[in-house]
């Protein structure tokens, strides 16, 4: 088995340590969530093997069947969009899910979380490029979608997700993020990814989802 992606994983992980450093944040801050959506099983051995326990996961269904067996010990997060008709599955399988973004999703995992008497940890993605293609709540309705999560629904947000528009400076994007969350007392960041996790650790995230710089490229043709 290959330790290409042990070795990656060190590199980043000293990469985290140094931005923190740099930031003046304490050391250990920041939770690195390796991004294994759509990885071959060969690439993600050997940085489970390496110790690395939180992973970011884009499609409930994957993800049950690629970690199902191997759930023990590990934090499950799903950041890719969440359709209403898998809420239960998710809410059943992930600790946290990281793209809350609409009242009718709010109302779904409410109920569901009712009903089943466990709630993963939540955080309301925004999409802070207004990108029509992107999920995600504008952030001129961020404010308010926030209180009736909290209100309406009585759902406990954990933390806000972003993912800024490919080619633009992600420092305004992350500022903007960290501002809405102030407003609202929420202690959690999820943004920056493999081509801008440390400029996002000075931004103040407290978790960066890092992929391609770990595994590789990414092959969409893979049946995993």
Known sequence: MSPASSRSLAAI???????ETRAGRPA???TLVAVSKTQPWEHIAPVLEAGQKVFGENR????????????TGLELRLIGPLQTNKVREAVGFFDVIETV??????RVLADEIQRAGRAPR???QVNTGEEPQKA??????ADAFLAACRTTYDLAVEGLMCIPPVGEDPAPHFAALRAIAERHGVEKLSMGMSDDFEIAIAEG????????????ARDHALNV
């Open 13 to 19: 992980q000293a990469r985290i340590a140094a931005a």
């Open 28 to 30: 250990g801050s920041v």
């Open 60 to 71: 409930v269904q994957e993800a049950m069947e690629r970690w199902g067996p191997r759930r």
């Open 101 to 106: 973004d609409r009242e009718k999703l709010a």
């Open 122 to 124: 939540l955080y309301v």
């Open 136 to 141: 995600g709540i504008a952030p001129g309705q």
């Open 205 to 216: 995230a407290t978790s960066v989802r890092v992929g391609s710089a770990i595994f590789g």
